[in-house]
């Protein structure tokens, strides 16, 4: 009996068969910037990294690690270091077409929460005061310093895999005019 969890499925697609090319050799881990500061864990399976947020929607499916290939910052740094030269930013911008595409694209609370920063970054008072709201809110749902996943229930899938430092102190505008008038 042989297994192939999908990679035949894979070979037959002429767009995503490239990734299948993978010696797994973890030259794109070493260079990604995301994965730097992320870690393996926030991938959720066997595969981590560029090759990973490729590989896995493929294996899984886009439903269930769709937000994958949304990790990238497309700098292209992984496709530079590739041995067997896996156009992994193209990989990646392709898939996320094909979350657009399908039905289990983002999340309505996600879009709708992006679609909100948008109108707050455009003006700049109220991107001040809302970050002032969010640093107080911040601070009342910390615990020891530290906002877990089971604090905020909209930030539960980005903490997740990391807790987030609670908010202290002065904004990085108000830092920078104190300092300026020192």
Not at 14 to 19: A, G, I, K, L
Request: aromatic fraction near 8%; glycine fraction near 10%; charged fraction near 25%.
């Amino acid at each position: 009996m042989l297994l192939d969890n999908g990679r035949t499925r894979i070979l037959a697609d002429e767009q995503m068969r490239e990734s299948l090319y993978c010696i797994r050799c973890g030259a794109c881990l070493n260079v990604c910037p995301v994965y730097q500061k992320i870690g393996g864990q926030a991938y959720g399976w066997i595969y981590p990294g560029p090759i990973g947020a490729v590989i896995s929607p493929q294996l899984q499916s886009l439903k269930q690690s769709g937000d994958l290939p949304f990790a990238s910052s497309l700098c292209g740094a992984c496709r530079e270091v590739c041995p067997v030269a896996i156009n992994l930013p193209d990989l990646l911008l392709a898939l996320r077409a094909r979350v657009k595409e399908s039905a289990g694209g983002r999340k309505l609370s996600e879009r709708a929460v992006m679609r909100s920063f948008s109108f707050v970054a455009k003006h700049p008072k109220l991107f001040q005061g809302v970050g002032k709201l969010m640093r107080g809110c911040g601070r009342l749902f910390a615990k020891n310093g530290q906002l877990k996943r089971t604090s905020l229930p909209l930030l539960r899938d980005w903490t997740r895999y990391r807790d987030l430092r609670a908010p202290d102190g002065l904004s990085f505008r108000e830092r920078w005019k104190r300092k300026r008038h020192e």
